[in-house]
């Protein structure tokens, strides 16, 4: 849902964050993380790898400037946070269906040893800086980002690397950028941080100039005015926003509830495209299209019923719903053996 409230006023507050550091404990540290969040009420998803911290979340201001405390001043990190990149937006309604603590071997994978943004990354341009640079003709401007997020948005005369995950960014390097030839590269991302990586990999294969936006495009959409922006359409994010414009205000992409591409405005104009069932991008596979059905017509019964369909509001609302059973079955079983035993006594 898109609201006209300002910003400040909404009732969700929403934190990037990122952060390549050495966590050795990160295990340790997701194990006080999780119950710190569920009593926060706190939802979305943290990334923790040896490498460093990732992630989405969302909650009330409160309880998100409780987790900003632990993170950066309380909590097991002590000072390895410091620096983190850190964006904070709003939302009417909360992004997220449940929380989620993972711990993985990287914070984005790349599968490439070599590219360790611990060691040796590109050179970071702020955002007030980056039209400037990617105004010039002798830098290569990169997106990072895979095909469906480049789809809603991008930099005027990016290249699209055409991936469907990050891995393929190293097969796209060597097929389409020779070091000898391309002596400035310019990237960017969502939020920075498959940038950082991106940039570590190109110098460990020889590039010698190799820039990133900081902050990524998030930053840029957030404090670059709109009338200066080189940046067209929206920016997909990895929630139920689905993507953000300038001001990082909600923008009007959707995602298909199918195959979970996101989809514009010219996109749900198609005829192929049936709310919550299937769009221009979906294959067509019988099975899948039976079960977004039926999946679609949940949701509606659901939101006829008032409950959710989804997430830990879904959970709670079945744990509720089977509670009441259990107590409407005892009730009616106290209520034979009442009749029972006034029968027995007449």
Known sequence: MISNLPQDDLPYKVMAIYKFAALPDAEAIGAALAPLCR?????????????????????????????????????????????????YSYAAEMPFLRMKIRLKPEIVTLRAPEADPNQQVGTYVEPADWNGLIDRNDVVLLDTRNDYEVGLGTFSRALDPKTANFTEFKDYVATHLDPARDKKVAMFCTG?????????????????????????????????????????????????????????????????????????????????????????????????????????????????????????????AAADARARKRAEAEASRTRNAIAAAKAAKA
């Open 39 to 87: 009593r926060l009420e706190i939802k979305g998803t943290l990334i923790l790898a040896p490498e460093g911290i990732n992630g989405t979340v969302a909650g009330t201001g409160g309880a998100i400037a409780a987790l900003a405390d632990w993170l950066f001043e309380t909590g097991m990190f002590g000072t390895r946070l410091v620096g983190a990149e850190v964006k």
């Open 192 to 316: 920075g941080i498959r940038c950082e990586k991106a940039s570590s990999y190109l110098l460990s294969k020889g590039f010698e100039e190799v820039f990133h936006l900081k902050g990524g495009i998030l930053k840029y959409l957030e404090v670059v005015p709109e009338t200066e922006s080189r940046f067209a359409g929206e920016c997909f994010v990895f929630d139920e926003r689905v993507a953000v414009g300038h001001g990082l205000v909600q923008g009007e992409a959707s995602l298909c509830r199918a195959c979970r591409h996101p989809l514009n405005a010219t996109d749900r104009a198609q005829p192929a495209y049936v709310e919550g069932v299937s769009c221009p991008y979906c294959e067509h596979d019988q099975a899948k299209h039976a079960a977004a059905q039926e999946r679609q017509k949940q949701m509606e019964l659901a939101e006829k019923r008032g409950g959710a369909h989804l997430g830990d509001g879904a959970v709670q």
